[in-house]
């Protein structure tokens, strides 16, 4: 089945910049999503499209693509940035939705 | 605005069934579909399946021989049930309402599943 890989965790000092990469074979092909969730919350959306961002998200948040990996960065960490983050796309085979297997962002 | 209010924790035994319930409200519900997610204690998200605008499902290959979406337009609720329970299904079950172009935008609070004799 199709797979998303991301990085278990990232560590990154308050103002420094956070990189988080998701890997998948079909992403030239398709649309990634990232989303973050904070201990015993829902998740959100952060990024769509790759490099959109909704209304309501910190500038801070940023999606890239580039081939087979797309990367979620933020700039100028701040502390309530510490969460799990997921990216998410869909499998060209079948069309089934996928997430990535997470990472989580420690502030330290 | 846009919700999605899910039914309460439940409780089930091994081999039983379970039918959690998200209510929306805040847009039409019959032209967006809708998404389920689950997350075990401790582990990622995992896609279970989606129940489109005109209401047709399709289902992760994991589940497809024991989950069911639904959906009562009348009510704009959407419904999985998910049978044959065991100790691995302990997990919370998200739904999550899908916008016109294919993003997974809203998300509902959760409902906590606990498999256990």
């Known amino acids: 089945s199709y797979e998303l890989t991301q990085p278990p965790s990232v560590s990154v000092s308050p103002g420094q910049t956070a990189t988080i990469t998701c890997s998948g074979d079909a992403l030239p092909k398709q649309y990634a999503y990232w989303f973050q969730q904070k201990p015993g919350q829902a998740p959100v959306l952060l990024i769509y499209?790759?490099?959109e961002r909704p209304s309501g998200v910190p500038e801070r948040f940023s999606g890239s693509s580039s081939g087979t990996k797309v990367t979620l960065t933020i700039s100028g960490v701040q502390a309530e940035d510490e969460a799990d983050y997921y990216c998410q796309s869909v499998d060209s085979s079948n069309s089934h939705y996928v997430f990535g297997t997470g990472t989580k962002v420690t502030v330290l | 605005q846009v919700q999605l209010v899910q039914s309460g924790a439940e409780v089930q035994k091994p081999g039983a069934s379970v039918k959690l319930s998200c209510k929306a409200s805040g847009y039409r519900f019959t032209s967006h579909s809708m998404h389920w997610v689950r997350q075990a204690p401790g582990q990622g998200l995992e896609w279970m399946g989606i129940?489109?605008?005109?209401?047709?499902?399709k289902y992760a290959q994991k589940f497809q021989d024991r989950v069911i979406l639904t959906r009562d337009a009348s009510t704009s609720t959407g419904y999985l049930e998910l049978g044959s329970l065991t100790s691995e299904d302990t997990a919370f079950y998200y739904c999550?309402?899908?916008?016109?172009?294919?993003?997974?935008?809203?998300w509902g609070q959760g409902t906590l599943v606990t498999v256990s004799s």
């Open positions: 499209q790759d490099t």
């Open positions: 999550a309402r899908e916008d016109k172009l294919g993003t997974i935008d809203f």
């Open positions: 129940i489109d605008h005109s209401g047709v499902s």
